[in-house]
């Protein structure tokens, strides 16, 4: 419009041709354009002076000279008539965003014109939500995924598992888990409450054939699962309202089902709730999975362990008192190399024990030598001799590793060091012991008078040559004196003040007599408490400690 024209003059007339190619221009935008003003009469209300094919879509209803408000789209009569400046509505399923713009004077009535422009946001707004789900859906699943990775334990995993999908997935979540065992274990779980944990007997799902196809994973859910689950045992007394949905947890070790309960008698949307429950299924089937395999192998380590970790002594043995102490070198496997044991009385009133040294550390020495073991177990079954008995298993072994040089794959050296012998009691309360030893350290004998000896006893390696010799020797222990048999680990312990001196056969014996009188586990203790302060946190080797002892002799009063 000219700057000059007087205001409140007419709009001049555009010569027809122009106002041909407006109207095309307007038709094939896809945008709505409406023109609103005052009407003629001066009644106050609002009419359409000018609106495109894509309002008249839009805005179904609109009309030119037809007042705004008749056509029933109350928002946009609200803008209109409050003059404001955009207006955001639904019309007929259909998410509407508009803009007003004020135009020139009518020049009909000198009021102000306003042209709005009307755009049809729904599939804009529809992708912005599903990118949103697609966000939240992305986020819960790492969530998840950290949640549930490395807790590598079963109740805990199944804990995580039903807390998580409460309130993400449903209000009201079941998680079960069925293994190879005769129990099914679940977890319920529900918004803003402590999960709820409890057993079922895997006899108890005979009644609900169903739902355990659906958690073998071998066919589809059968909506009837629903049906059967509603009545079994795992809702704390609360059955089910609402619509209950069973999606199956998949996993190579354990299988399940992931059970949510949503308020409405809807299933969760297709779109989004039921895809994303089975992704966090997969999930947790994997945790589950991982946990119950990590189970398995920690079982079988444990397994592993004991049969492998020195026995227990015996808790009572007639004419002869036992003390011990073990500490690997690997002290989180709890087993090493070295080795003792303390086996059943004779039928002669002999009580056989040992004490060894396998060369090598950690689980690998501590598997050969719950062989060597083995072995001493069954060549007891034809020699009893100490000495001859060394003999027959340094032959053993030695056949064994011919038998693994001729193989394909490399073995490690299968030799020890070892004392093995028999306590036998006396009338008197004194012990009797035959001690035969290869390789090993003498064992220390300690008198009542605080004397500490050296054993005469020595012989060479068991396992590494066919003509090995192996010497044996017979003490006898007074009433109250102890046999200390030990391994390598104690004199070559590297510690002291500089951190590089061996503990050493000198000071062992010191340790020893300062023990005079005391029982054989203290004995034991104490030389290990000292053995640990020389360490002084220091790496060392295996160290096995058994002590031998003749009851003291019984305490006579004065009047006796």
Known sequence: MDSTMPAGAPLPTPPSGIRSLTSRVLEGLSEAVVVTGAAP??????????????????????????????????????????????????????????????????????????????????????????????????????????ALHGVLNVGRTLRTAASLAAGALAP???????????????????????????????SELRSAPRLAEAMSGDAPVDPWAAVELAELPVWSGVPPSGHVTVVPVPGTVVRGALVLVTETELPPDVEDGLPLAQEYAVRVGTALS????????????????????????????????????????????RVGGDFYEILPVTATGETPFLLGDVCGKGIEAAVLSGRVRQSLHALRLVERDPAALLALLNAALLDAADLDAAGAVPVMPRFATMVLG????????????????????????LRADGTVEETPVSGTLVGALRDGEFGDAEVLLAPGETCLLYSDG???????????????????????????GAPAQVVCERVLQLLSAWLGGRDHDDVALLALQAPPAPHRGDGA
Do not use: M
């Open 290 to 333: 991982a946990a119950a395999l990590y189970r398995e192998q920690a079982h079988l380590g444990e397994l592993l362990q004991a049969s492998l970790a020195p026995p227990p002594l015996p808790e009572a043995v007639e004419g002869l008192v036992l003390g011990s102490a073990y500490r690997p070198a690997r002290e989180s496997l």
């Open 490 to 516: 104690v004199t070559e312990a590297r510690g002291g003040p500089r951190g590089v001196d061996f503990f050493g056969e000198e000071r062992l014996a010191d340790a020893l007599a300062g023990c005079a």
């Open 172 to 202: 009201r979540v079941v998680v079960l888990l069925a293994d190879s065992s005769d129990t099914v274990r679940w977890v319920g779980a529900e918004v803003g409450t402590r999960p709820v944990s409890g057993e079922l007997a895997r």
């Open 41 to 146: 009469s001066g009644s106050g209300r609002r009419i359409v002076h000018a609106i495109n094919p894509a309002g008249q879509r839009l805005l179904p209803g609109l009309a030119v000279g037809a007042p705004v408000e008749d056509a029933g789209h109350d928002a946009f009569a609200a803008v209109v008539r409050d003059g404001d400046e955009g207006f955001e509505a639904e019309v007929a399923g259909r998410a509407l965003v508009g803009r007003g713009q004020l135009l020139a004077d009518d020049p009909r009535t000198g009021d102000l014109l306003t042209c709005w422009y009307v755009r049809d946001v729904t599939e804009e707004q529809r992708g912005s939500r599903s990118l949103h789900r697609a966000q939240a859906r992305a986020q819960f699943l790492a969530e998840a995924g950290r």
């Open 422 to 445: 028999e306590a036998r009691p006396a009338p008197d309360g004194s012990l009797r012991l035959r001690l035969a030893t290869g390789g090993h350290p003498p064992p220390y004998l």
